[in-house]
DNA sequence: GCTGAACAAAGAGGCGATTAATGTCCAAAA
DNA sequence: TTTTGGACATTAATCGCCTCTTTGTTCAGC
């Protein structure tokens, strides 16, 4: 594990990723057990530079059978991409809900809240040179999420597939700039503030 | 120069530096040394890997003395660097410019235009993983231009400060996303439908 | 400003030995 | 069915020591 990047994990299907696609017979232990090493890599990274991180700190941690773990991941790294990739997922569906009631909290001050309060969490990944990989791989997620919302929009039902791909992707990265704009001058300006912001620039015109 | 990374120059300011920082004087001599090293080190990273083009392949191929080289480079990177920089000054310097008469290509369509005849040296970027470092690089530049651009433009004269420079880098990130979108899907579309892509998008209502 | 040659310093690669960590397997418990 | 603990084979990091390549510096002279 010394070459170890967040996005290199294309290398097989492996025996954890099975239980992670299967949606169906959440079984409580099985949530309960991911959660814990979920956890508790987060905690230990925040704690020691992420390379000093054994699995066998994290099952110490985690009180968690060694074999255990090796059944729901395939390593330490599937297991903190199966963390950030499960907040993605969260902020992308978030992205491709539509917020036509305004009771709803709208969804780019949702993200900025939730991701603001995970600053620890980006200076880990910043400082281990993992944030590219991160930003890349939320690059794929927003644009899909985008990409749902703006599928729904009546505005654009004339654009073709492909020009809808790509408003998405455009989007998603001026959101990501925005964001990390944002958390690198330490979160000054509120969530409201910044989602107002992108209201006026351009998601109003757009969706 | 085993870890090299095109963003991981900040190390010293380095010799070479100077001469590149003196736009006073531009020696014929200097400028055509630099621009034989330029060239030939990109002509190499085009034909084998970038690790294994050594100082002394780059010096034989330029035919330039050794001590020549370290006259204007620091390193290896550093020559990359240099080379990259330029090329992003080009493209920031395009963005930073309005168009107001219509006899001027658009910027959008230059930038995609140039860069699609790069797409070689992209792929080169991509394969020995410094194409994240070079987005990183290029969200600088991109921004800075589109800030520059943005300030002379007198519907934004009420903007904050902060606002602006928000905005630009929002703006630096949809065209680089898009930028990418269209690299990857093997540059199908022409440079003038990307640019009135991206103006029926954000430009339009921004500038 | 550029050169060439000479030289010190750093680094990559090979190798055997040692030690820590990883990943697999299975019988048994929950 | 999931989880566990312990035993076990495999891998990977580390070290010392060596060799050879590449790097980066220096300087007298064009």
New interface residues.
Partial sequence: MSKTEVSNSKKHVGPGRKHARQKRQPDERVRRTRQRLGSALVELIQEKPINDVTVQDVLDRASVGRSTFYLHYRDKDDLLLSQLEGFLEMMSTMLSIRNDQSDRVAPIEELFAHIGNETKLYRVLSDSGRL??FF?LA?GYFSRGIEKRLKESKRLKSISRD?L???A??????????L???LDRGARESPHAMDK??HR??WK??V
């Fill in positions: 590219k990989d890349e690059q020009e791909s790509a408003r992707c455009a989007l998603a990265g001026s959101v990501l700039s925005l990390r704009w944002w912001l992108f620039m351009v015109g757009l």
